[in-house]
Each structure stands twice: as C-alpha cells, then as structure tokens.
C-alpha cells in the first residue's frame, strides 16, 4: 500500500509516469488527441470509493480531488470541515479517525492543521492516504502540479532558475516543491525573497543540497527584492503570507508591474493561490501569468494519481 504523505514518496520514474499520464489526459481535455473523447476515462476507475477529510479550508485541493475522482467513475464522500463536523470536536484522536474511515473507502485525502498529523494518520490508515497539505508541513500533489507546469512549460530547457517570493518560511507548497525541485536536474538554481522572519532555514537550505547528485544546484537567499535576480529568473513561484500559522507576520512583497516589466519574456509566474495583495489581479492579463493554467493543471495530475494509487486494488 502507498501512501502519499511527502514529495520523498514520488521516485523518479514515478514521476516521468504521472507527468506524462496529466498530459495525456489534459490532451484529451482540451481535445488535443481527436482519437479520444473524455468519456474513456470514465470506466477507470468505477466502484472505488474516495473519501476527503478535511480538517483545514481547502478550494482546489478538494474540489479537484473531488472532480477527478468523478470524471474517472468512481464516488466521493467527505467532510470540508471535519475539525467541525466529525468526532474529532468530540476528542477523536486522527489516528481513530483516519482507522474508522479507511474501513469505508479505496483512498482517502486528508487536510490536516498541523505538520507530522498526515504521518500520524497513516500509521492507523488501511489504505492510500494522500496529504492534502498538513500545517506548516508539506503539499506534496501541489508540488507535482507546479512540477508539471514547469515541465509543460519548458520541456527541454536545462539549466532553469526558480526563484520562491514571499513566506517561505511556513508555506508547505515552497516546502514541498523546493524539495521536488532540488533533486530535478534542469533546475540549476533556486533563489529565496522572503523577510528575515519569514526566510526558509539554514537546515532546509543542506536538506536541498543533499538532494541534488551529479550537476551542480546554486541556492541563494535575499531579503530584498533584488531586480536582478528577477531578470534572471525562468520561474517565479509567489506565496501569500499564511497569518494564520502563527504570528511571525506579513510579508510586503508584491509582484506587481514594476516586476513585470523586467520578468523575461518567456518566464511564468506561478503560485498555488489563493492570493492576496502580493499578486495583483492586473497581472492575470500577462501571458506569462500561468497561475490559473496551474490551477487547473490539478484535475490532470490528480486524475494520473489517483488511477496510479488505486491500480494497486482491483475492485
Ligand atoms: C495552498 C495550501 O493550502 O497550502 N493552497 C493550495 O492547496 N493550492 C496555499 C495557501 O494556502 O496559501
């Protein structure tokens, strides 16, 4: 049984295959492979069951497992609010709560409120558990969503910067993706904008380092919004700032025209929304505005996983 509870639980070549498996499917999507309509996928995955549990606020990580799970036949039931509604309010502890569930269902995706709680629940789970983000922790489907927009962006250039602005710090998407990132050899350097406080760690910095084998990974950190580093940069990944965390603040950068105007002409800019001010909506009429293209990506790569994850059981 596998579950999904880290960017560490996706090898090379399980990767190369969910990437290319989204492709293929958004091909069909988008009616770029006339052989096939949408409809074949819809037997694939018929008679399983998956279950969202959901202890924090979620828009697309829900609804788009939810629709995947749709469009591939199979059924979904779940609770968008089970810190609320499920027997946790009542002292549930998640290790009974994820055991008692997975009793009912193929697969089950959780939200949790804090790092470590997708472990904990896996350790009484009875099948998948895919982390839907866990606190401050990580979101590893995210991070192959963003990994899969960068791929279909620049599917061969080497030698790629991605440069993360904003809270780096307590963003499990920056947490998880930067790893994913770390150990891909087109991506040659990673830049890090963030306030002091909000700045990833020394130690998160040698974990990236010890990912990378063979070719030469370049880390930096600034707290300013350096012009040049965004001249430079192919990739640029901005976050909101998560207040609700804890309450080492705000940070004020905004990627607003002024940065524009210097991006180069063939990068993107991406962030795994919501936003808030650091993005401004005048930005979305950019062309290298790909967050909502990115957004959407997840149907794909979540319907690739989900096929991948629930292949294992034959219903
Ligand atoms: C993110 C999350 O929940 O971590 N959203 C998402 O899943 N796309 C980002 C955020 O909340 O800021």
């Known amino acids: 049984m596998k579950h999904i509870l880290s960017v560490d639980d996706f090898n090379h070549d399980f990767l190369q295959e969910l990437i290319d498996r989204a492709a293929f499917i958004k091909d069909i999507r ?39 799970m749709t469009y591939l036949g199979g059924h979904v039931i779940g609770t968008e609010n089970a810190a609320e509604f499920s027997s946790f309010k009542k002292g ?11 009793g009912y269902c193929d697969v089950i995706v959780g939200r949790f409120l804090n790092e470590g709680e997708a472990h904990r629940a896996a350790s009484s789970c009875q099948v998948p558990l895919i982390n839907g983000g866990d606190g401050k922790g990580e979101h590893p489907t995210q991070a192959l969503i963003d990994l899969f927009s960068i791929v279909e962006k620049f599917p061969n250039q080497e030698q790629l910067t991605v440069t993360f602005i904003g809270d780096n710090r307590r963003s ?4 998880s993706l930067a790893r994913l990132l770390a150990g891909f050899d087109a991506v040659s350097n990673i830049n890090f904008i963030s306030p002091a406080t909000l700045m990833v760690e020394t130690e998160f910095l040698d974990d990236l380092q010890t990912r990378r084998v063979g070719s030469e990974l370049v880390l930096q950190t600034s707290c300013l919004l350096d012009a040049d580093w965004i001249k430079a940069s192919n990739v640029v990944y901005m976050t909101r700032s998560q207040i609700e965390r804890d309450n080492t603040g705000f940070h004020g950068f905004v990627f607003g025209p002024e940065c524009a105007a210097i991006l180069p002409e063939n990068a993107i800019i991406l962030h795994p929304l919501p936003r808030n001010s650091e993005l401004p909506i005048e930005i979305d009429n950019d062309p290298r505005a790909y967050y909502f293209e990115q957004a959407w990506n997840g149907l794909y790569v979540r319907m690739a996983l989900l096929e991948a994850i629930c292949a294992k059981t034959a219903r």
């Not at 549930?92 to 997975?102: A, G, H, P, R």
């Not at 499990?172 to 947490?175: D, E, Y």
């Open 30 to 68: 988008r009616n770029k492979n006339s052989n096939l309509t949408w409809s074949v996928l819809s037997g694939h995955l018929k008679n399983y069951l998956m279950i969202t549990d959901f202890f924090e606020p979620s828009t697309r990580t829900r609804l788009s497992f939810e629709a995947a």
């Open 92 to 102: 549930e502890s998640i290790e009974d709560n994820f055991k008692v569930i997975s």
């Open 172 to 175: 499990r998407t920056v947490q």
